[in-house]
């Protein structure tokens, strides 16, 4: 099981990016899948899941109608779309899986919101 993010970057506030988990060894549409993020001195946080259907997704309170998590199942993919970003969603953002029961985890994509 291999998990590789990619898409971060440095965005100005207000601004739009998406973030990309490419899944291997699993296929991602028989598993729920998740987006966390950790910003330095902080401690790992939940942002978003989506079901292993897809038809269910959970955000954190903080992320609410602003970022969309989704999924594609043929390129065995995951996604979260960020919308209106603050300086406040400036963190190392990681892809999670717990897949043939154990957790992994990608190396995680760096985002920074910064003017």
């Known amino acids: 099981v291999q998990l590789v993010e990619s898409g971060g970057g440095l965005v100005q506030p207000g601004g739009s990016l998406s973030v990309s988990c490419a899944a291997s060894?699993?296929?991602?549409?028989?598993?729920?899948m998740s987006w966390y993020r950790q910003a330095p001195g902080k401690e790992r946080e939940l942002v978003a899941t989506i079901t292993s259907t897809g038809s269910s997704t959970n955000y954190a309170d903080s992320v609410k109608g602003r970022f969309t998590i989704s999924r594609d199942n043929v390129k065995n993919s995951m996604f979260l779309q960020m919308n209106s970003l603050k300086p406040e969603d400036t963190a190392l953002y990681y892809c999670?899986?717990?897949?043939?029961?154990?957790?992994?985890w990608g190396q995680g994509t760096q985002v920074t919101v910064s003017s």
């Open positions: 060894g699993f296929a991602v549409s028989r598993y729920a």
């Open positions: 999670n899986a717990f897949v043939y029961r154990r957790n992994y």
